[in-house]
């Protein structure tokens, strides 16, 4: 499985972004997809999940109404549309992959990791 995050970029607050997660090698459409941010000398934290399938989705709760996650139409593609941008929202953020149908916010249950991409944030 490999993962590709990428559409980080500068903005201001109150600002949208798009990223987009671009998947391969899933065997099944028991997966689920997250986005994960991580702040310079910070832990990553997670920000929301898809099931692969696009039954469910789940946002933390810092970002509930601001950030909406899905699928895209090429269907191997996950989107993360980020809109009302806070500076504590700055950060690399990660899409990971779990091999389940169950969404979970811990990082260390995701199994396949890809690049991040940059998210700054200014006020």
């Known amino acids: 499985v490999q993962l590709q995050a990428s559409g980080g970029g500068l903005v201001q607050a109150g600002g949208s972004l798009r990223l987009t997660c671009a998947v391969s090698?899933?065997?099944?459409?028991?997966?689920?997809i997250g986005w994960f941010r991580q702040a310079p000398g910070k832990e990553r934290n997670f920000v929301a999940a898809?099931?692969?399938?696009?039954?469910?989705?789940y946002n933390a709760d810092s970002v509930k109404g601001r950030f909406t996650i899905s699928r895209g139409n090429a269907q191997n593609t996950v989107y993360l549309q980020m809109n009302s941008l806070k500076p504590d929202d700055a950060g690399v953020y990660y899409c990971?992959?779990?091999?389940?149908?169950?969404?979970?916010?811990?990082?260390?249950?995701?199994?396949?990791w890809g690049r991040g991409t940059l998210v700054t944030v200014s006020s």
């Open positions: 990971a992959a779990r091999r389940s149908s169950i969404i979970v916010t811990p990082p260390r249950l995701y199994d396949y």
């Open positions: 898809i099931i692969w399938s696009g039954a469910s989705t």
């Open positions: 090698g899933l065997t099944s459409s028991n997966y689920v």
